[in-house]
């Protein structure tokens, strides 16, 4: 269904359009969720619990959520997703304008949107394949990137600030606009895109218990050694570096000497970097190949951790931060386009929401332990964690990526998920 020729095609410009405009609309809610909780609320438990509400989807449902993008229309659903975000955050936003929203109704519309948030997620990337020459998927994966980072960590953050001070209600109702444009957008994305491994129409599928379904990706994903290993490896590495950042607030104001402006500088120099490595990765990917894209970005992960550790330099730290940002990009243009070229169609919606679990786990242990480790160890223990974790992540995986086996997986083609995995290039040995 790619579309020919060297180019990313018409489709993928709509869906890189949807998915920039959905991310600034989040990107404002972001903002404008603790701004709200804390104007209404001065207890702690009831402002850090809209944290932990935004992330509980992730783990309810992402599993689930991938058999559903396996069994219908991947755009129709990315449709419907959207405009039932529509509707929540309509109704938040007037409850805000008549002074009638209370924090149990900012819960319920948080829970929503972050669950459609991850329907989406899964369809949008199972979708990719589909729209754009297999060859390009680096640059689309790229550019989506990109946006998404842009739009999200940088444009948001001041936009969704002012708007809140200028009205409460007003980045909820942009945001409810942005999920609006985007379900324009991705309906008008030419095409069926219902999960098929075999040209022509879809054989009537043999319906399975969910848990079977699921189930099935997630043994497709533990037999492939390349893509079990970043699975594996991105969760025990969001672990350490969520406990980084959920902490650095303090490190700003009590090592470097911050305020609040120089605090967010500090993310700023992130997103700058994923920017510029989410629209300059595949040039870097192509010049120096996965292999070595992924292996220099385990020692930037842990050159991060020693110099947010060690260092009192706030220049040091902002490049620190600024190369991470890099690496980010670099790191998921090569899982997700390995991801995209290896998985069976009819497994992208499972393998993908798998490894967005795994994520959203990793995500969710390192905002406990950052915190635990502080009050234990110190300020700076969550730090040295993440460096020594990092260094024995990078050792043991090191021979993992070796040239040949990339190369190999690059040039697979996807095996049925009923297949025997034993002759592939990257079944686990």
Known sequence: ?????????????????????????????????????????????????????????????????????????????????????????????????????GIP????????????????????????????????LERANGLLAGGVTLMQQMVAGPL????????????FLVNAATYAASAVLIGLVGGVYRATSHPGPPAAPVRRSVVAEMAEGFRWLMRQRLLRT????IGLLNVTLTAATAVLVLLASQRLHLGSVGYGLLFT???????????????????????????VGLLVEAGLHLALAASRDRYLIGFALFAFGVHGGLWGIVANSLRQRLTPPELLGRVGSTNLFVVAGGNCLGALLGGVLVDA???????????????????????????????????ARPEPAGADPAGAPVAAG
């Open 105 to 136: 109704l900012l819960y319920a519309v948080l829970f929503v949107v972050n669950t459609g948030e991850v329907v989406f997620r899964a369809a949008s990337q199972a979708m990719i394949p589909a729209v754009v020459p297999r060859e390009r």
């Open 269 to 295: 120099c992130m997103a700058v970097g994923g920017v510029v490595g989410s629209v300059a990765g595949d040039r870097v990917v192509e010049l120096v190949t996965a292999t070595w894209t992924v292996r």
């Open 230 to 233: 970043m699975a594996v490896l």
């Open 1 to 101: 269904m790619a579309d020919n020729g060297a180019g990313l095609g018409g489709r993928f410009g709509k869906l890189w359009a949807a998915a920039t405009t959905s991310a600034l609309g989040s990107g404002l809610a972001l903002v404008a969720t603790p701004l709200l909780v804390a104007a209404r609320t001065d207890d702690p438990l009831l402002v850090s619990a809209a944290a932990g509400v935004g992330w509980l989807p992730w783990l309810l449902f992402a599993l689930p959520g991938g058999v559903l993008v396996d069994r219908v229309d991947r755009r129709r659903l990315m449709v419907a997703v959207d405009w039932v975000r529509v509707a929540a955050l309509g109704v938040l936003a007037a409850a805000i304008a008549a002074g009638r929203a």
């Open 377 to 411: 160890f110190g300020l700076t223990a969550p730090y040295w964690v993440g460096f020594v974790v990092a260094l024995l992540v990078t050792a043991a995986t090191w021979r993992v990526f070796d040239r040949d086996t990339v190369a190999a997986a690059y040039a």
């Open 160 to 171: 969704g600030g002012l708007l809140f001070v200028l009205s409460a209600a007003l980045p």
